[in-house]
């Protein structure tokens, strides 16, 4: 047998980048979303035999990636709590402290969703994945997938609206010129 | 875990009020929160592929060539990064 390897690497190297953001998202650690890639990886090629030709080969990486992931995080829930300054290390090429700062209350926002939500979110949202693929990586039915698209939209809208009203304001002069009228807003 | 009220139309987004028992999000609202989730992703995407991965997957492809076991542990103290709290693959050395 002589398994086309080199596609298949290359292929694999090709969804890294992706896979890494994914993970990253998912547990908010940039060490930790590494070596789950990095698992994902090695465990892909060892089983590459279960892999069908002809499907979307990313798809499947990010279902084991995404399999990883749920059996570790139940063993070890919320151990790591030192999500902000690793992931601030992942987030470099932003152009300014402003849309850093709006990146991450949003990516705070983020974490707050359950695990269901968000990982159905992240992969429809940003990922690029159509619905249909997105069942099939979390191993649900396609409407699954399309109310916790909506309920983690829902979701984010409210927590971004209520604990920081001046998240997606235009900038810091209007939010501190509104910033009073909102005060009481926040509370009713 | 975390319970919070019920969604509220943002102040800066025009909005209406949505009502209370229908969570009802502006297009505005929407196209923000894909924007942001896509500018987080991007962020990450375009780091690339950082050494370490194409370093491993180097290793297991000339593994193979050599006729190796695939499931042989690739991982070594020179590519794969410490794992202080537990070794998730392969032996450390």
Not at chain 1, 160 to 182: K, M, Q, Y
Request: charge should be negative; charged fraction near 30%; glycine fraction near 6%.
């Amino acid at each position: 047998m002589a398994p086309p390897n080199k596609p298949v690497r290359d292929v694999m190297l090709a969804a890294v980048p992706s896979l890494r953001a994914f993970a990253i998202s998912l547990c908010g650690n940039v060490d930790r979303a590494d070596d789950l890639v990095q698992e994902a990886l090695l465990r892909a090629w060892a089983n590459l035999d279960s892999f069908e030709p002809g499907t979307n080969m990313s798809a499947w990486l990010f279902t084991i990636l995404r399999n990883l992931f749920r059996s570790e995080y139940r063993k070890r829930r919320r151990e790591v709590e030192d999500a902000d300054g690793s992931y601030a290390e992942a987030l470099t090429s932003l152009p300014d402290q402003a849309s850093h700062l709006e990146m991450d209350e949003f990516r705070k926002a983020l974490e707050q969703l359950p695990t269901d939500q968000r990982e159905s979110l992240i992969l429809v949202g940003a990922s690029g994945f159509s619905y249909e693929e997105a069942a099939q990586i979390c191993g649900c039915a396609v409407g699954t997938i399309k109310s916790r698209v909506n309920r983690a939209r829902s979701r984010l809208a409210a927590i971004l609206s209520i604990e920081s009203a001046d998240d997606f304001g235009p900038d810091h002069e209007t939010r501190a010129a509104v910033g009073n009228a909102t005060a009481g807003w926040r509370r009713s | 875990m975390n319970k919070r009220k019920a969604p509220r139309a943002h102040p800066y987004m025009e909005v209406e009020p949505a009502p209370k028992s229908t969570v009802k999000l502006g297009p505005d609202i929407k196209v923000k929160i894909g924007q942001q989730l896509r500018a987080m992703y991007s962020d990450v995407v375009n780091q690339g592929v950082p050494d370490r991965f194409s370093e491993i997957l180097h290793r297991l492809d000339q593994a193979e060539e050599a006729g190796t076991d695939r499931k042989e542990p690739v991982g070594d103290a020179s590519t794969v990064r410490k794992k202080e709290d537990e070794g998730t693959n392969g032996p450390p050395q």
